[in-house]
């Protein structure tokens, strides 16, 4: 299985309610990244947290890391239909360099 | 524009025939690194470069891809006798160290037919 897992696979709100992803890991690390990616495109980073933070905020993102459960949650409030897209999460597992991302949370914002 | 950039943005070709892919980092960032994404999946680290130096290659990585980066600024990705199962999306990555983020490219879309 791999470092990083998101969960829900897939997640459908309405415009304007919160969405609420969830990544889990298995190996220590430095850092965690947070990431979005719309159909076909590049990743576009949204932010990152570090193993000694436990909550970071950017904008309508927050994120939270509990390094003790290894789990991370990310949450867009008062979402919007452009924010539709995957949205993975991605660890420095065991602090090298590379990322491991998991396979992603897509998300799909009714308008 | 200041952010990574990579040409071409896609790629069509037969089996068998080679491709290269350029990778142009943000100009501070020392450390490039190179994904692949297959549809549905996330990334999957290939190789990374601090400078010129290349310090970690994924077993994806096999004989018939090579990466360079001569002058510790551009990288290329080449593929040799590529094949069916190669298609999918290249991704490059900046950073300015191990432990800041990595900023992406908008990726090369490969197609082997």
């Known amino acids: 299985s791999q470092q990083g897992e998101e969960d829900p696979q897939a997640l459908s709100i309405q415009e304007g309610e919160n969405a609420t992803m969830n990544c889990s890991y298995k190996t220590s690390i430095n850092n965690l990244q947070w990431y979005r990616q719309n159909s076909g495109r590049g990743l576009v980073h949204l932010i990152l947290i570090r193993s000694n933070e436990r909550e970071k905020h950017s904008g309508r993102l927050r994120v939270t890391l509990d390094t003790s459960k290894k789990s991370s949650s990310l949450l867009i409030t008062a979402s919007r239909a452009a924010d539709t897209a995957s949205y993975f999460c991605?660890?420095?597992?065991?602090?090298?360099?590379?990322?491991?991302f998991g396979e992603g949370t897509q998300l799909t914002v009714n308008p | 524009d200041t952010g990574v950039s990579q040409d071409p943005r896609h790629k069509i070709t037969k089996r068998g025939q080679n491709v290269t892919f350029r990778c142009d980092p943000i100009?501070?960032?020392?450390?490039l690194y190179w994904y692949r994404q297959t549809l549905g999946q996330g990334p999957e680290f290939l190789t990374y470069?601090?400078?010129?130096?290349?310090?970690?290659k994924s077993r994806l990585l096999s004989d018939r891809f090579s990466a360079e980066r001569p002058k510790g600024s551009f990288s290329t990705l080449e593929i040799q006798r590529t094949e069916q199962g190669d298609s999918a999306m290249y991704l490059c990555?900046?950073?300015?160290?191990?432990?800041?983020?990595?900023?992406f490219g908008p990726g090369t879309r490969l197609t082997v037919l």
């Open positions: 990555a900046s950073s300015f160290s191990s432990i800041n983020e990595q900023f």
């Open positions: 100009s501070e960032h020392n450390r």
């Open positions: 991605a660890t420095d597992a065991g602090g090298l360099s590379r990322l491991t």
């Open positions: 470069f601090q400078n010129e130096a290349q310090l970690e």
